[in-house]
């Protein structure tokens, strides 16, 4: 049932592009219908949906090796009940979120056995760098992917008024080519 109402909102809100978002559990959730491969866990997201800001962990790879590409913080966007939302600047998220810090913390005490048994184990992915670093991190605008090297951020929206059970969708695409794309499906629950 879980399907086939994300099924349903994919083809009605997004014209049926990405209709092949799989749930893998744990708030997980694997799209490979556009060139580029994403994953976004939403755990963080569901526990703190009374946040101002909401954090979801991005995995991204190339679904093929012809191509690469490299995704622009500005090329991340969300589609929440047919509005648009952009990631908000690194400095607009510290002067009024003071969540990061525990939302990494509370992302890492959760352990993913879901995202080990997704296709997104098959990347390798870079360290260090990130959308919304951490004071070990290096803040970057742009994450490149080629091959089986993938890339792995964090990426907040400002919260529109999330309650659980909303479905968004987040979409990527390479910064000079926007035919290079991806997209998932989210279900806040």
Known sequence: MKELRLALFLMLFCGGIFAQTV???QSVFFSDEGVIVVTADAS????KLDSPYVMFMLYMGMKDFKHTAVVSRNDIVMTYKDQEYKMPTVKE????????LNDVDLYQ???????????MRYWKYQGGGDFFPVPSQLAVD????????????????????????????????DKKNPDLNGAVAVILK
């Open 44 to 47: 963080v997201a569901v526990q």
């Open 142 to 173: 742009e994450g490149s992917i080629a091959s089986n090297l993938g890339f792995r951020t964090k990426v907040y929206f400002k919260n529109p008024g999330f309650k659980r059970g909303d479905q968004l969708v987040i979409t990527v695409k």
């Open 109 to 119: 005490h959760q352990g993913k056995e879901s995202l080990v048994l997704s296709q």
């Open 23 to 25: 749930h893998e559990g």
């Open 93 to 100: 998220l510290e002067e009024k979120y003071d969540g990061l």
